[in-house]
T-cell receptor, first 112, second 111 residues
């Protein structure tokens, strides 16, 4: 089956620093989604990417859909304490109907 | 803003008992999903549902699992005879506008 490798597994940063995480896949996806999950809650969609090369921002978050369609990155600029959580990438092959394949997650800790 | 809702938020059950997890997807969405997340692990796909039938299922979704859309709004996951390893968060999701939206989850604990 499709596998996503997400890195890094965890990050410990100071408030104000920028953060970068990425996902790579052995096969192509037609949609990349980035989610944030707080403990005991469901994944909350941050950014959705639909075209290879697409670069999309949502406030301090920026994500890109890789040209090869096999990778994506998420950047967070000027981190704040509430950015703490687990960030997951997810790829869909069939955008409107298919399952999401999730990465293992990046656990972000922000020190004030 | 429309959202996916799930009930109950928590369920504790004895091994071997049946459980039914309920979801109300976003109203104009047509594709529905169940995922599970074992504590500390990633989200795993269980099953997708479209037009009143299963469109895809994973190897996790064995004969103990079933899904149903009993009316126009609810989408349920039934586990017939729960096992200890079924303890997890179960998330419902629905797709609309080319994006998948997740519910808040049901935490299932099997004792």
């Amino acid at each position: 089956g499709q596998q996503l490798n997400q890195s890094p597994q965890s990050m410990f940063i100071q408030e104000g620093e920028d953060v970068s995480m990425n996902c790579t896949s052995s096969s192509i996806f037609n949609t990349w989604l980035w989610y944030k999950q707080d403990p005991g809650e469901g994944p909350v969609l941050l950014i959705a990417l639909y075209k290879a090369g697409e670069l999309t921002s949502n406030g301090r978050l920026t994500a890109q859909f890789g040209i090869t369609r096999k990778d994506s990155f998420l950047n967070i600029s000027a981190s704040i304490p509430s950015d703490v959580g687990i960030y997951f990438c997810a790829g869909l092959f069939n955008t409107n109907a298919g399952k999401s394949t999730f990465g293992d997650g990046t656990t972000l800790t922000v020190k004030p | 803003e429309p959202e996916v809702t799930q009930t109950p938020s928590h369920q504790v059950t004895q091994m071997g008992q049946e459980v039914i997890l309920r979801c109300v997807p976003i109203s104009n969405h047509l594709y529905f999903y169940w995922y599970r997340q074992i504590l500390g692990q990633k989200v795993e796909f269980l099953v997708s549902f479209y037009n009143n039938e299963i469109s895809e299922k994973s190897e996790i979704f064995d004969d103990q699992f079933s899904v149903e859309r009993p009316d126009g709004s609810n989408f349920t996951l039934k586990i017939r005879s729960t096992k200890l390893e079924d303890s997890a968060m179960y998330f419902c999701a629905s797709v609309g506008e080319e994006t998948q939206y997740f519910g808040p989850g049901t935490r299932l604990l099997v004792l």
